[in-house]
């Protein structure tokens, strides 16, 4: 099958339908909460909001102490976890811990 049919991508369009419902399953179901927890990610961050992250060592300043931190890949966060945890807070978006 061409790469550029429309039925090929069409078929694209539907697994990523399939995995955006997948997602949406587990955000309403929270299957990896002890995992979910150990990261201090709030739901959203942890099962919907997973963007594609280059494996780079990224700095990021800490919102809240201002201290700096390398995070393991370029999708970095927004706090450290001591700050996350402090705060009862998502360490990547600041929300409230779910
Ligand atoms: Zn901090
Ligand atoms: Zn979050």
Redesign the pocket.
């Known amino acids: 099958m061409p790469l550029n049919s429309k039925h090929f991508l069409s078929e694209i369009n539907k697994s990523f339908v399939n995995s955006i419902r997948k997602n949406l399953n587990k955000y309403d179901t929270d299957p990896k909460q002890p995992q979910r927890l150990k990261l201090q990610?709030?739901k959203?961050?942890y099962y919907i909001n997973i963007k594609i992250s280059l494996q780079a060592f990224t700095s990021f300043t800490c919102k809240n102490c201002k201290e700096e931190f390398l995070h393991h890949n370029s999708n970095v966060n927004k706090y450290c976890m001591k700050c996350a945890e402090e705060l009862n807070i998502?360490c990547?978006?600041g929300?409230e811990m779910d």
């Open positions: 990610k709030c959203y961050c998502c990547h978006c929300a």
